[in-house]
């Protein structure tokens, strides 16, 4: 018989995150590693965890995630992303409108601005002199 599971991917700037949901205790896994020992800052491991507290679906799945690109603030967020809408996939009229409600399942489309050629980052000009 096939485990249950539920997929949802997570971006966030240059990040990408692959979000596997298996119903279960509440681990978390990120790129083989305990989410303890991938984020250091616990303001990252808050951010994660928010989609199941907004939810009310503490301890009820474990998390395999696959996290590629961008740094760590960006692949929390991209984690965040992916896990809500996995979550809003496994039972839609439970999870989806508390998630919907508090921003999670939206996805931020800031990215880094392109460089400019004359300029030595986007708006960054090199400095003026008059002589």
Known sequence: MAKIQYTGT??????????????????????KKSLDDYFGMEILKREVRRPFEVAGAEGKFD???TVTGGGTTGQAGAL???ISRALA???????RPPLKAAGFLTRD????ERKKYGLKKARRASQFSKR
């Open 89 to 95: 996939s496994s039972d839609r009229e439970t999870y």
């Open 80 to 82: 965040r992303h992916g």
């Open 109 to 112: 489309s800031r990215m880094k």
């Open 10 to 31: 997570g971006r966030r700037k240059s990040s990408v995150a692959r979000v596997r949901l298996i119903p279960g205790t509440g681990n978390i896994t990120i790129n």
């Open 63 to 65: 998390v395999i995630a």
